[in-house]
Protein backbone atom coordinates (compact mmCIF):
# COMPACT_ATOMS: atom_id res chain seq x y z
CA UNK A 1 0.00 0.00 0.00
CA UNK A 2 1.42 3.43 -0.89
CA UNK A 3 1.53 6.08 1.64
CA UNK A 4 1.35 9.45 0.38
CA UNK A 5 3.59 12.35 0.90
CA UNK A 6 1.43 13.94 2.98
CA UNK A 7 1.07 11.27 5.44
CA UNK A 8 4.78 10.59 5.72
CA UNK A 9 5.82 14.45 6.73
CA UNK A 10 2.74 13.93 9.42
CA UNK A 11 4.12 10.37 10.72
CA UNK A 12 7.69 12.03 10.31
CA UNK A 13 6.55 15.50 12.63
CA UNK A 14 4.59 13.96 15.19
CA UNK A 15 7.46 10.99 15.50
CA UNK A 16 10.02 13.76 16.42
CA UNK A 17 7.73 16.06 18.18
CA UNK A 18 6.95 12.92 20.15
CA UNK A 19 10.52 12.59 20.85
CA UNK A 20 11.64 15.86 21.84
CA UNK A 21 8.86 15.17 24.28
CA UNK A 22 10.28 12.46 26.06
CA UNK A 23 13.64 13.67 26.06
CA UNK A 24 12.26 16.81 27.72
CA UNK A 25 12.01 15.21 30.91
CA UNK A 26 15.38 13.86 30.67
CA UNK A 27 18.06 16.14 32.31
CA UNK A 28 20.98 17.04 30.12
CA UNK A 29 24.50 16.42 31.76
CA UNK A 30 25.48 19.29 33.56
CA UNK A 31 29.05 19.90 34.80
CA UNK A 32 30.71 20.64 37.83
CA UNK A 33 30.22 23.66 39.42
CA UNK A 34 33.63 24.54 40.18
CA UNK A 35 33.16 27.17 42.66
CA UNK A 36 31.05 25.08 44.47
CA UNK A 37 33.66 22.03 44.37
CA UNK A 38 36.57 24.35 46.00
CA UNK A 39 34.33 25.76 49.05
CA UNK A 40 34.07 22.35 49.97
CA UNK A 41 36.91 21.32 49.34
CA UNK A 42 38.18 24.25 51.65
CA UNK A 43 35.22 23.61 54.15
CA UNK A 44 36.64 20.05 54.32
CA UNK A 45 40.26 20.96 54.63
CA UNK A 46 39.18 23.36 57.62
CA UNK A 47 37.27 20.60 58.85
CA UNK A 48 40.18 18.36 59.24
CA UNK A 49 38.55 16.07 56.38
CA UNK A 50 41.73 16.08 54.03
CA UNK A 51 40.34 12.78 52.09
CA UNK A 52 37.02 14.64 51.18
CA UNK A 53 38.61 18.10 50.36
CA UNK A 54 41.55 16.14 48.01
CA UNK A 55 38.66 13.70 46.57
CA UNK A 56 36.68 17.55 45.69
CA UNK A 57 39.44 19.14 43.77
CA UNK A 58 40.30 15.53 42.18
CA UNK A 59 36.67 16.40 40.54
CA UNK A 60 37.12 19.89 40.27
CA UNK A 61 40.52 19.33 37.98
CA UNK A 62 38.99 16.64 36.18
CA UNK A 63 36.32 19.12 34.89
CA UNK A 64 38.79 21.92 34.80
CA UNK A 65 42.41 20.75 34.25
CA UNK A 66 43.57 24.45 34.13
CA UNK A 67 42.31 25.40 37.57
CA UNK A 68 45.33 26.87 39.04
CA UNK A 69 43.82 27.25 42.36
CA UNK A 70 42.99 23.33 42.51
CA UNK A 71 46.02 22.57 41.56
CA UNK A 72 47.87 24.60 44.13
CA UNK A 73 46.06 22.79 47.16
CA UNK A 74 46.40 19.66 45.58
CA UNK A 75 49.73 20.05 45.45
CA UNK A 76 49.56 20.97 49.17
CA UNK A 77 47.24 18.46 50.90
CA UNK A 78 48.81 15.96 49.02
CA UNK A 79 52.17 16.81 50.43
CA UNK A 80 50.47 16.93 53.87
CA UNK A 81 49.46 13.23 52.90
CA UNK A 82 52.14 11.89 51.88
CA UNK A 83 50.78 11.11 48.28
CA UNK A 84 53.88 12.14 46.20
CA UNK A 85 52.66 10.96 42.77
CA UNK A 86 49.79 13.14 43.14
CA UNK A 87 52.21 16.17 44.76
CA UNK A 88 54.27 15.61 41.53
CA UNK A 89 51.43 15.45 38.98
CA UNK A 90 49.84 18.74 40.63
CA UNK A 91 53.02 20.71 40.39
CA UNK A 92 53.74 19.56 37.02
CA UNK A 93 50.64 20.64 35.63
CA UNK A 94 50.73 23.86 37.61
CA UNK A 95 54.23 25.04 36.30
CA UNK A 96 52.95 24.60 32.73
CA UNK A 97 49.01 26.53 33.88
CA UNK A 98 50.87 28.78 36.34
CA UNK A 99 54.39 28.68 36.77
CA UNK A 100 53.93 32.04 39.17
CA UNK A 101 51.61 29.87 41.19
CA UNK A 102 53.56 27.12 40.87
CA UNK A 103 56.27 28.95 42.61
CA UNK A 104 53.92 30.30 45.19
CA UNK A 105 53.85 26.51 45.99
CA UNK A 106 56.55 25.88 45.96
CA UNK A 107 57.42 28.41 49.02
CA UNK A 108 54.58 27.03 50.78
CA UNK A 109 55.96 23.73 51.25
CA UNK A 110 59.18 25.31 51.90
CA UNK A 111 57.86 27.35 54.76
CA UNK A 112 55.81 24.91 56.00
CA UNK A 113 58.91 22.43 56.43
CA UNK A 114 61.05 24.96 57.98
CA UNK A 115 58.20 26.13 60.27
CA UNK A 116 57.93 21.93 61.39
CA UNK A 117 61.93 22.38 61.75
CA UNK A 118 61.40 25.77 64.17
CA UNK A 119 62.27 25.71 68.01
CA UNK A 120 61.20 27.79 70.23
CA UNK A 121 63.34 30.16 71.89
CA UNK A 122 63.88 32.65 74.62
CA UNK A 123 66.87 34.09 73.78
CA UNK A 124 67.10 37.17 71.91
CA UNK A 125 68.65 37.33 68.44
CA UNK A 126 71.49 39.82 67.40
CA UNK A 127 70.27 41.43 64.63
CA UNK A 128 70.85 44.89 63.23
CA UNK A 129 68.22 47.49 61.53
CA UNK A 130 67.17 45.71 58.58
CA UNK A 131 65.51 43.12 60.76
CA UNK A 132 62.07 44.53 62.60
CA UNK A 133 60.91 42.97 65.58
CA UNK A 134 57.28 41.74 65.07
CA UNK A 135 55.17 41.02 68.32
CA UNK A 136 51.99 39.43 67.79
CA UNK A 137 48.51 40.13 69.55
CA UNK A 138 46.45 37.98 72.13
CA UNK A 139 43.08 38.16 73.33
CA UNK A 140 42.42 40.77 75.93
CA UNK A 141 40.70 41.41 79.00
CA UNK A 142 37.38 42.77 78.61
CA UNK A 143 38.63 45.80 79.88
CA UNK A 144 41.42 46.13 77.18
CA UNK A 145 43.97 45.09 79.60
CA UNK A 146 46.55 42.75 78.71
CA UNK A 147 46.23 38.72 79.68
CA UNK A 148 49.33 37.34 81.25
CA UNK A 149 50.80 35.37 78.39
CA UNK A 150 50.62 38.42 76.09
CA UNK A 151 52.85 40.19 79.12
CA UNK A 152 54.90 37.28 78.52
CA UNK A 153 55.19 37.70 74.70
CA UNK A 154 55.83 41.38 75.36
CA UNK A 155 58.43 40.73 78.00
CA UNK A 156 60.39 38.41 75.39
CA UNK A 157 60.25 41.61 72.75
CA UNK A 158 61.29 43.73 75.36
CA UNK A 159 64.27 41.75 76.08
CA UNK A 160 64.78 41.33 71.91
CA UNK A 161 64.52 45.20 71.48
CA UNK A 162 67.56 45.73 74.12
CA UNK A 163 69.10 43.31 72.28
CA UNK A 164 68.67 44.63 68.74
CA UNK A 165 68.89 48.61 69.82
CA UNK A 166 68.15 50.00 66.70
CA UNK A 167 65.92 47.09 65.32
CA UNK A 168 62.30 48.68 64.44
CA UNK A 169 59.22 47.01 66.10
CA UNK A 170 55.54 46.12 64.93
CA UNK A 171 52.67 45.22 67.49
CA UNK A 172 50.22 43.67 65.41
CA UNK A 173 46.99 42.31 66.25
CA UNK A 174 43.08 43.72 66.49
CA UNK A 175 40.31 42.57 68.39
CA UNK A 176 39.15 45.46 70.31
CA UNK A 177 38.00 45.61 74.14
CA UNK A 178 36.59 48.27 75.63
CA UNK A 179 37.81 50.35 72.74
CA UNK A 180 41.27 49.37 72.35
CA UNK A 181 43.37 46.91 70.35
CA UNK A 182 45.78 44.51 71.25
CA UNK A 183 48.45 46.63 69.33
CA UNK A 184 47.74 49.59 71.12
CA UNK A 185 47.97 47.87 74.40
CA UNK A 186 50.96 46.37 73.03
CA UNK A 187 52.21 50.01 72.31
CA UNK A 188 51.57 51.37 76.08
CA UNK A 189 53.05 48.55 77.89
CA UNK A 190 56.36 48.52 75.79
CA UNK A 191 56.74 52.39 76.13
CA UNK A 192 55.92 52.45 79.60
CA UNK A 193 59.14 49.91 79.83
CA UNK A 194 61.10 52.91 77.86
CA UNK A 195 60.53 51.58 74.65
CA UNK A 196 60.96 54.65 72.13
CA UNK A 197 57.41 55.06 70.76
CA UNK A 198 59.22 56.37 67.34
CA UNK A 199 60.83 52.41 67.58
CA UNK A 200 57.11 50.74 66.95
CA UNK A 201 54.75 50.89 64.49
CA UNK A 202 51.18 49.95 64.91
CA UNK A 203 49.42 47.09 62.70
CA UNK A 204 45.82 47.59 64.69
CA UNK A 205 43.91 45.62 61.81
CA UNK A 206 44.77 41.65 62.09
CA UNK A 207 42.31 39.43 63.98
CA UNK A 208 44.08 36.27 62.71
CA UNK A 209 47.90 34.98 62.52
CA UNK A 210 47.23 35.01 58.93
CA UNK A 211 46.60 39.06 58.67
CA UNK A 212 49.36 38.99 61.11
CA UNK A 213 51.47 37.95 58.56
CA UNK A 214 49.96 39.96 55.43
CA UNK A 215 49.47 42.82 57.18
CA UNK A 216 52.92 43.40 59.22
CA UNK A 217 55.28 42.43 55.94
CA UNK A 218 53.21 45.37 54.70
CA UNK A 219 54.59 47.39 57.48
CA UNK A 220 57.86 46.03 57.72
CA UNK A 221 58.70 46.85 54.34
CA UNK A 222 56.75 50.66 54.76
CA UNK A 223 59.88 50.89 57.44
CA UNK A 224 62.55 49.54 55.19
CA UNK A 225 63.22 46.08 57.15
CA UNK A 226 64.23 43.14 54.95
CA UNK A 227 63.58 40.75 57.59
CA UNK A 228 62.14 39.95 61.05
CA UNK A 229 62.30 38.51 64.10
CA UNK A 230 58.64 36.66 64.87
CA UNK A 231 57.51 37.06 68.64
CA UNK A 232 54.78 35.28 70.42
CA UNK A 233 54.29 31.79 72.47
CA UNK A 234 56.05 28.92 71.93
CA UNK A 235 52.91 26.99 71.29
CA UNK A 236 51.97 29.33 68.08
CA UNK A 237 55.22 30.31 67.19
CA UNK A 238 55.42 27.36 64.35
CA UNK A 239 52.55 28.02 62.96
CA UNK A 240 53.11 32.46 62.91
CA UNK A 241 56.92 31.20 61.20
CA UNK A 242 55.14 29.38 58.69
CA UNK A 243 52.90 32.72 57.94
CA UNK A 244 55.35 35.10 57.64
CA UNK A 245 57.79 33.56 54.96
CA UNK A 246 54.59 32.65 53.40
CA UNK A 247 53.45 36.49 53.34
CA UNK A 248 57.24 37.05 51.85
CA UNK A 249 58.95 37.86 55.57
CA UNK A 250 62.17 36.36 55.83
CA UNK A 251 62.25 35.23 59.67
CA UNK A 252 65.53 35.38 60.80
CA UNK A 253 64.68 34.89 64.49
CA UNK A 254 61.95 33.08 66.33
CA UNK A 255 61.83 34.13 70.19
CA UNK A 256 58.79 33.29 72.22
CA UNK A 257 57.68 33.29 75.80
CA UNK A 258 58.93 30.75 78.46
CA UNK A 259 55.28 29.63 79.42
CA UNK A 260 55.17 25.53 77.98
CA UNK A 261 58.73 25.90 76.46
CA UNK A 262 59.84 22.47 77.28
CA UNK A 263 56.73 20.89 76.08
CA UNK A 264 57.08 22.74 72.84
CA UNK A 265 60.76 21.78 71.93
CA UNK A 266 59.93 18.50 70.15
CA UNK A 267 58.92 18.79 66.66
CA UNK A 268 54.99 18.17 66.05
CA UNK A 269 53.91 14.90 64.78
CA UNK A 270 51.93 14.62 61.21
CA UNK A 271 48.61 15.44 62.28
CA UNK A 272 49.74 17.86 64.73
CA UNK A 273 50.81 19.84 61.69
CA UNK A 274 47.76 20.40 59.96
CA UNK A 275 46.86 24.02 61.73
CA UNK A 276 50.58 24.51 59.86
CA UNK A 277 49.30 23.91 56.72
CA UNK A 278 45.80 25.18 57.04
CA UNK A 279 47.42 28.34 58.20
CA UNK A 280 50.15 28.57 55.17
CA UNK A 281 47.72 27.91 52.56
CA UNK A 282 45.14 30.61 53.86
CA UNK A 283 48.22 32.90 54.40
CA UNK A 284 48.65 32.24 50.97
CA UNK A 285 45.36 32.37 49.54
CA UNK A 286 45.14 36.23 51.42
CA UNK A 287 48.64 37.11 49.54
CA UNK A 288 48.00 36.68 46.51
CA UNK A 289 44.36 38.10 46.31
CA UNK A 290 46.15 41.72 47.11
Do not use: C
Not at 47 to 64: C, E, H, Q, V, W
Not at 84 to 92: G, K, V
Not at 151 to 159: G, P, S, Y
Not at 167 to 195: D, F, K, Y
Request: neutral net charge.
Amino acid sequence: MKISRHWKLLVATSFAAFSLTALAGVPAYAAPNTDVLLNSALRNFTNGDDAAGRADLRTLIGADPGHAEALALQAIWSDYAGDLPALADALARLNVVDPAMARGTHNVLGAVRAAVGTLPNPLPALVGPQTGIVVLGYGLLPDGSLRPELENRLTAAWLQSIAAPLSPIVVTGGNPQNGITEAEAMRHWLVAHGVPQSRISVESRAGSTVQNAVFSTRMLRDVGATSAVVVTSPNHIRRAVADFIVAGTHVVGAMTSLEQLVSQLPPPAKQAQHGIYLDATRTFQLSTAY
